[in-house]
C-alpha cells in the first residue's frame, strides 16, 4: 500500500513545478457535476467516473486540463462496501483507448459524502484510494503516449476538491520489471494548489493545499486599502483578485496604465512581457515612466514592474519582468503561468498565438487597442476606433472578430525591412545603420479608454460584476464619441479554433522567431537577419 511519504504536500512536482492546477471548461464542469453530483446522489454513496487529461507546463506551474469527461455506463460503476469505488474493466479499457487516440492521460474522480456539520472540510483520499489508484493509473499509464498525466481526484458532496498527479517510473527492460522503482508501489504523488473553471468566465476553487499568494484560489486583502473596492464587490471578490497572476503582454501606452491600474485593483501577482525600450518619442504616452529611464532607454517591462510594485494593494504582491516576444516559445512558458493575460502589444502574430493559445491552454485572454490617423494641418483626427475582445473558451476567438487577419500575420513574419502596415526604414548615411520603426499616432487619452475598458472585461471575467458586458467587441468610435458592440458573438461556422480545447503541450502554437524582437537586439544589423 502507498504511504503518506509518497505524497508530497504542499505542491512540489517532480519536473520541477512548484504549482499544480486541475483546469476544465465550465461547460465540462457542468458535465462533471451532473455524473458525480446528481439530485438522486442518495442512491450510491460514491459515484465516480474516468476523463481525459492533457498537460500544461509553464515556467513554474503545471496545469492538467480536463479534456473530455468517458461517461460511465451502466455497470461501469460501482460501490463495495469493503473495497470502495470500483470501476469496471471495460469502462477503464474504454477510457484507455479513448487517451490512446487523442495523445491524453488519465484521470479517475470519485465522490465523498459530507457528514453533517463538516460540509466546508476538504476529502481526503481513503488508504484504499491511494492503494487503487495507482496501481489502475500504472496498468494502464503503461500503453499510452510517454509523459501523458495520470492523476486521480476526490470531490466531496458539497463540492470541494482533493487532487493529486501520479509520476511513474515505467520499466523499459527484464531487469527494471523486477526493480521495485519502476513498479507501481514507488509512485509519487503530487497534490494540487487549485482547480480553475474557465469560460466565458474564471472560477478558482481551493482544494486541500493551502498555497499562498496566486498559487491558491483564496488570496489575502487589505482591507484598509481595498475599502472602496471591497464596499462594491466584498471580500470574496477582493480575495479572487488576490488569488490571480495576470500576464500582461505588451508594456507600452496601454500596457503602461494597465500595470498600474490592475495592481492597485488588488491582484495577486503580475508578469510582464514586452521587448520594446522607452524613448524620448514615447515619453508622452508612457504612464508613470521618468525622463531619466526614458533617455536611458529602459526596457519598458521594467519599468512596468517598479510601477505595479510601488501602487499594488495586495499583500505579498509580487511581479516579474520578461525581455521576450509574444510569438517565442520561451516567453510563451512564462505566460503559461497565469490566470489571465491582457494584450496591449499591437502585433498581429502575437494576437495570433494568444488566441491559440486561450483555447488550447485554458487561459482566458483580453485584448485592446487603438487605431488613429490625423491631419496635423488642421489638428483634426480623421479616422479613429478602439476595440476591446476577449477570446478563449466561451468566447468569440480573436480570428472571427476580426483582431488580426492570416494577411496580417504573415506580413508581420517577414522580414522588417520588406513590412507592410508596420514599416521601418533604414536610416543611410551615418556609421551605424539602422532599422527605425515608422510609429502610428497614439494619445495617452485613448490609451486610457482601452486601458478602462480591459479592466471592466478582466473584472468581468473574474469576478462577473458585468455579466451582460462579458462576451462580445466593445467599440469606441473616436469621432463621433460613441460605444457600441459588434454584433457577432460566436464564431464563423468554419471556424474549428474550438478543436483545439484544453489540448495543451499536445497542441502546437503558431511560434517562431520573431524578426522585430530582432530589430531591438543590441548588435543588430539589417544584414543579420533573413
Not at 44 to 50: A, H, T
Amino acid at each position: 500500500m502507498i504511504t503518506r511519504a509518497n505524497h508530497i504536500m504542499p505542491t512540489t512536482h517532480p519536473n520541477g513545478a512548484t504549482e499544480l492546477h486541475l483546469a476544465m471548461t465550465e461547460m465540462l464542469m457542468a458535465g462533471v457535476q451532473e455524473v458525480l453530483l446528481p439530485n438522486d446522489r442518495a442512491r450510491n454513496p460514491e459515484r465516480g467516473l474516468i476523463g481525459l487529461l492533457h498537460a500544461s507546463s509553464g515556467r513554474k506551474r503545471r496545469t492538467l486540463l480536463l479534456r473530455q469527461i468517458v461517461v460511465p455506463q451502466p455497470g461501469d460503476v460501482t460501490f463495495d462496501e469493503e473495497l470502495g469505488l470500483l470501476f469496471s474493466a471495460n469502462y477503464k479499457s474504454r477510457a484507455s483507448d479513448l487517451a490512446a487516440a487523442d495523445g491524453a492521460g488519465l484521470i479517475f474522480l470519485h465522490t465523498h459524502p459530507v457528514w453533517p456539520g463538516r460540509e466546508a472540510s476538504f476529502p481526503r483520499p481513503s488508504p484504499e484510494d491511494c492503494e487503487s489508484d495507482p496501481r489502475d493509473l500504472f496498468t494502464l499509464g503503461r500503453s499510452l503516449r510517454s509523459g501523458v498525466p495520470l492523476a486521480a481526484g476526490v470531490v466531496s458532496d458539497a463540492g470541494r476538491w482533493s487532487l493529486r498527479e501520479y509520476t511513474f517510473k515505467f520499466p523499459t527492460t527484464a531487469a527494471e520489471v523486477r526493480d521495485p522503482r519502476f513498479q507501481w508501489t514507488a509512485a509519487v504523488a503530487t497534490y494540487a494548489s487549485a482547480v480553475r473553471i474557465v469560460g466565458p468566465g474564471l472560477r478558482k476553487l481551493p482544494t486541500e493545499v493551502r498555497a499562498n499568494g496566486p498559487a491558491g484560489a483564496e488570496g489575502s486583502i487589505a482591507p484598509d486599502e481595498q475599502d472602496s473596492s471591497v464596499r462594491l464587490w466584498g471580500d470574496q471578490g477582493q480575495r479572487a483578485l488576490a488569488s490571480l497572476r495576470v500576464g500582461h503582454a505588451g508594456a507600452g501606452g496601454v500596457g503602461g496604465i494597465l500595470a498600474e491600474h490592475t495592481a492597485r485593483l488588488g491582484v495577486g501577482e503580475a508578469l510582464f512581457i514586452d521587448y520594446d525600450r522607452l524613448a524620448k518619442e514615447n515619453f508622452n504616452r508612457s504612464q508613470g515612466a521618468s525622463r531619466d529611464e526614458a533617455g536611458a532607454h529602459v526596457h519598458k517591462v521594467h519599468v512596468a514592474e517598479r510601477l505595479a510594485r510601488e501602487s499594488s494593494t495586495a499583500p505579498n504582491f509580487d511581479a516579474k519582468a520578461v525581455v521576450g516576444s509574444l510569438v517565442e516559445a520561451d516567453s510563451i512558458a512564462d505566460l503559461l503561468d497565469c490566470d489571465i493575460i491582457l494584450n496591449a502589444a499591437d502585433s498581429p502574430w502575437g494576437r495570433q498565438v494568444l488566441d491559440h493559445l486561450a483555447f488550447a491552454h485554458l487561459i482566458p485572454v483580453v485584448q485592446g487597442g487603438t487605431l488613429l490617423t490625423g491631419d496635423p494641418v488642421t489638428g483634426r483626427v480623421t479616422t479613429g476606433k478602439s476595440e476591446v475582445s476577449a477570446t478563449g473558451p466561451g468566447h468569440t476567438c480573436s480570428e472571427c472578430v476580426g483582431a488580426y487577419t492570416r494577411r496580417e500575420v504573415s506580413e508581420a513574419q517577414e522580414h522588417p525591412s520588406a513590412r507592410g502596415r508596420r514599416r521601418y526604414v533604414d536610416i543611410a548615411g551615418t556609421a551605424d545603420a539602422q532599422l527605425v520603426e515608422l510609429r502610428s499616432p497614439s494619445v495617452i487619452a485613448f490609451n486610457a479608454i482601452v486601458a478602462g475598458l480591459m479592466q471592466l472585461r478582466l473584472l468581468a471575467i473574474a469576478l462577473g460584476t458585468t455579466a451582460s458586458a462579458l462576451v462580445g467587441t466593445q467599440r469606441y468610435h473616436v469621432l463621433e464619441g460613441t460605444m457600441d458592440w459588434a454584433l457577432r458573438k460566436q464564431c464563423k461556422p468554419e471556424c474549428q479554433r474550438s478543436a483545439a480545447t484544453a489540448l495543451g503541450d499536445y497542441y502546437e502554437l503558431p511560434t517562431g522567431s520573431d524578426l522585430d524582437f530582432a530589430v531591438n537586439r543590441p548588435g543588430f544589423s539589417g544584414d543579420s537577419v533573413s
